[in-house]
């Protein structure tokens, strides 16, 4: 049986012969991330964010709102006109609209109508951060889908007031009928945001080799 290293020492004293032991390192190298690797995680956290985003938008705009229309008597929901709304409009659904429809429209508000701009914005985000190197354009590009944000979540809680006023102003009207139409112009404009940025993306692996080649 082979001894111990203290087990030789006491025998054999200074005159032991002690095996040397080398600690495994610190750093596992295998678990060290290259760039292709972090991309390629981004771009899945984006796709990710491309459906939760479509499946939000189909589930707010084509069918819970859709479907509140049948308690209005065919009359849309302010978050639907993308073309704003007057006084006039808004009275005639305050009047057919009951106390249990606006509660409904409160709550999507609240649910789906708060989490599809939030996760829209982290992906377009996101989506722009990881193809636009140059920093003023990034920054550029990001304010429209914040600015996106800002305007949807602000819309919710101006048309709940509008809709649940004892009496109706114009200025309440007129503010979430504003907000309504920059929530649909900003949503336009960071889907062509996010369309330029994977472009640049693309471009910029293509121009990489060619000023090394030269």
């Known amino acids: 049986m082979a001894k111990t290293p203290a087990q030789r020492i006491k025998k054999h004293g200074a005159k032991a012969v002690v095996p040397e032991h080398h600690?495994?390192?610190?750093?596992?190298?295998?678990?060290t991330r290259s760039p292709r690797k972090a991309q390629s995680n981004s771009n899945l956290i984006v796709i990710a964010g491309v459906v939760a985003s479509l499946f939000l938008f189909w589930y707010l705009h084509l069918l819970t709102l859709n479907q509140l229309t049948q308690l209005s008597g065919g009359l849309?929901?302010?978050?639907?006109?993308?073309?704003?709304?007057?006084?006039?409009?808004?009275?005639?659904?305050?009047?057919?609209?009951t106390g249990d429809a606006l509660g409904q429209l409160n709550y999507l508000h609240k649910t789906a109508g708060t989490l599809f701009p939030l996760i829209f914005?982290?992906?377009?985000?996101?989506?722009?951060?990881?193809?636009?190197?140059?920093?003023?354009?990034?920054?550029?590009?990001?304010?429209?889908?914040?600015?996106?944000?800002?305007?949807?979540l602000w819309g919710n809680v101006a048309i709940d007031a509008m809709m649940s006023a004892p009496t109706l102003q114009p200025g309440q009207v007129a503010l979430a009928s504003t907000l309504t139409v920059v929530g649909w112009v900003l949503l336009v404009l960071s889907l062509v945001a996010g369309g330029a940025a994977v472009l640049l993306g693309r471009r910029s692996p293509k121009q990489a080799p060619q000023a090394t080649a030269g």
């Open 121 to 152: 914005g982290f992906t377009w985000l996101l989506l722009i951060g990881s193809n636009v190197a140059a920093k003023p354009l990034r920054w550029a590009l990001w304010s429209l889908p914040l600015l996106f944000v800002v305007a949807r």
């Open 76 to 97: 849309p929901m302010p978050d639907s006109l993308v073309g704003g709304f007057d006084q006039g409009f808004v009275e005639q659904l305050r009047r057919v609209l």
């Open 23 to 31: 600690l495994p390192p610190v750093i596992n190298p295998t678990t």
